[in-house]
């Protein structure tokens, strides 16, 4: 057992304890041995100090500092002295001292790691990920995940001062179709019956509200068996709230005084509240997407009722097909050669998108390949219509208006970054209204809850739910920032009656529902009041906050794409004994 015990933090020390003397304990980032002396970086998470041997203070600790190696443990005790004129370090906290070490103690010793814990070493993420435990050392990480927690904190503070009170929900629940595809855990006690993993504490929540819990919220995890894609992860973080007696207002200025607060307590900056709101049919006519990003321009136009004028078949056979033509104007890009805009239709092309039409706007007007199939009358009214300038490109797909949207969102984005018309240090909030209740799956001939089945229809829209289905407006609400949604929320639907009517157009029939849903059904009967929440996604919201590409920098312990865990080999087999107990058996 050690006899030394930490007096400050490898980050802690200043000028003004010159002369102290003190016990520091941590990890050995580095051994220099300049002619005479030793110096030792040491390392924790608050920081690093230079820590000097000097044989004339002690040659047994000397000796042994000379053994010492990257990564052992160690712990020493000597006195802060100035460092002398010329070798200060200003990139350190703590670069104007170092402590002249009297005793030294090896609490640990270390092997050779398999990368250098450093920010500068360039590793691969399968290695960083294998070595987890290492990986977390390096102060990059480190930062990232005390931001992480400092987010947190905040949260749960500014919901606190507004009363808003943190209730656990279950994680081993039932299993109800919302969506994505359950983490089922079998019982061993109900020999045949089935847990879920809750992929969000939605039905929960709802009944906190009938049980009079006005104002709850839960930072909880969350679990989706679906397949993985760069900003997703089977296990997730997000902070869920609910409120009764609200209506959208309500919710939505919550959280924007929630992401002031962030930005101000957690990044010492200040952003503009409220945020502007656009509607769902707005986003998507605009941007293609309803989670668009406002940092830059570059809106969609329509121009469908302009060309039908024209001779250009490609156009025409989409309009008679029930399509549309719309574009973009890339401004500046009149310049781009012929290899550049086949490159643009290839990137189209993985959206769905047979073609790319395309003209460039010179002194006289437009020009392209196509040009000829089109009247004076039918240009100039294009370029007025796409606000066209000398030294434009604008880009047209004629398809179905889902290939359309993808293709010119995507195509939009990919010239935004392409062209650096984005400023990486700007924080762009929106929110994004008025949704569409349902969506119509074509290969499945029914009707889709576009959020979750219990979103509150609006109330002007309720006498048509069943006659006009997919002109019924939702009272949901999405949160953008730089063009990630950040989350989404609802006003529920709190009697049962409007509930079972929801269901019913989903093809879940009132027995049906009483099976999976029942409970939620129950309750609603015993006097639920009108309300709604929200949830966020707190590993994006990190991730954006700290302007990172993947949210794997964010979490301690992620898995991979293949949802694998490479540190501890999750999933794994398990032995045969423990299936019996459960009364499973593997079939190929």
Same mark, same amino acid.
């Given at each position: 057992m050690s006899t030394l015990k930490r007096t400050h933090t490898s980050g802690q020390l200043r000028m003004t304890d010159v002369a102290a003397a003190v016990t520091l304990v941590g990890w050995v980032s580095s051994v220099r041995d300049h002619g005479g002396l030793l110096f030792i970086d040491l390392r924790d998470r608050y920081g690093m100090t230079q820590v000097v041997f000097n044989p004339n203070r002690g040659k047994e600790f000397y000796e042994s500092a000379g053994l010492l190696r990257p990564e052992y443990v160690i712990a020493v005790r000597g006195v802060v002295s100035a460092r002398p004129a010329g070798t200060v370090n200003p990139h350190l906290d703590t670069g104007e001292i170092e402590v002249y070490a009297d005793t030294l103690e090896v609490l640990n010793k270390a092997e050779t790691p398999p990368f250098e814990i450093t920010d500068e070493s360039k590793v691969s993420l399968e290695l960083r990920l294998k070595h987890r435990y290492l990986d977390l050392r390096r102060s990059a990480m480190q930062r990232r995940l005390i931001f992480r927690h400092k987010v947190?904190?905040? =949260?749960?503070? *500014?919901? #606190? +001062? /507004?009363?808003?009170? #943190? =209730?656990?929900?279950?994680?081993?629940?039932?299993?109800?179709?919302?969506?994505? +595809?359950? *983490? /089922?855990? &079998?019982s061993r006690v109900n020999l045949g019956k089935f847990y879920a993993l809750p992929q969000s504490p939605q039905l929960f929540k709802q009944i906190l509200m009938v049980a009079g819990y006005d104002?709850? $919220?839960?930072i909880v995890?969350? $679990? +989706?068996?679906? #397949? /993985?894609?760069?900003? +997703?992860? &089977?296990? $997730?973080?997000q902070m869920d709230m609910e409120m009764s007696f609200v209506d959208e207002n309500d919710i939505i200025q919550v959280i924007e005084g929630l992401m002031a607060t962030i930005f101000e307590k957690v990044m010492g900056k200040k952003i503009a509240v409220p945020f502007p709101r656009l509607s769902y049919r707005e986003a998507m006519a605009s941007y293609g997407c309803d989670a668009p990003d406002l940092r830059f321009g570059m809106k969609i136009k329509d121009v469908s009722d302009i060309v039908q004028k024209s001779d250009f078949k490609v156009f025409l056979d989409t309009m008679k097909s029930g399509g549309q033509i719309r574009g973009i104007n890339a401004n500046g890009c009149g310049s781009y050669s012929r290899k550049e805009i086949d490159d643009l239709t290839a990137f189209v092309g993985q959206f769905g998108a047979k073609g790319l039409a395309w003209f460039k706007v010179e002194e006289n007007g437009l020009s392209s390949s196509i040009? !000829?199939?089109? &009247?004076?009358?039918?240009?100039e009214k294009l370029q007025k219509q796409m606000e066209a300038r000398k030294g434009d490109l604008l880009l047209f797909v004629a398809d179905k208006p889902k290939v359309v949207s993808q293709s010119l969102a995507q195509l939009r984005l990919h010239l935004g970054q392409k062209n650096k018309l984005v400023d990486a240090g700007t924080f762009n909030f929106s929110w994004v209204v008025d949704f569409p209740l349902?969506? *119509?799956?074509?290969?499945? !001939?029914? *009707?889709e809850a576009l959020h979750h089945p219990f979103t509150s229809p609006h109330p002007d829209d309720l006498p048509s739910l069943e006659e006009k289905p997919l002109e019924v407006k939702a009272r949901a609400y999405d949160l953008v920032l730089n063009g990630v949604e950040l989350g989404g929320g609802s006003i529920r639907i709190h009697t049962p009656e409007v509930q079972k009517r929801v269901f019913r157009l989903l093809g879940i029939d009132d027995e049906s529902a009483a099976a999976k849903f029942g409970f939620l059904l129950d309750a609603l009967k015993y006097g639920a009041p009108p309300h709604g929440g929200i949830a966020l996604g707190v590993d994006r919201m990190v991730t954006l906050l700290l302007q990172l590409d993947d949210i794997r920098e964010v979490i301690a312990f992620p898995k991979t794409q293949k949802a694998t865990c490479l540190m501890t080999n999750a999933p794994s087999e398990v032995d045969a004994q423990q299936l019996n107990e459960l009364g499973i058996r593997l079939v190929q």
């Open positions: 947190c904190q905040a =949260i749960r503070e *500014y919901l #606190d +001062r /507004l009363n808003f009170v #943190d =209730i656990e929900t279950p994680v081993l629940t039932k299993s109800t179709p919302e969506g994505a +595809r359950d *983490y /089922l855990v &079998p104002r709850y $919220f839960q995890r969350c $679990f +989706r068996d679906e #397949d /993985l894609r760069a900003q +997703r992860q &089977p296990e $997730f973080t040009t !000829k199939f089109f &009247p004076a009358e039918t240009l349902f969506d *119509y799956n074509e290969e499945a !001939k029914r *009707y």
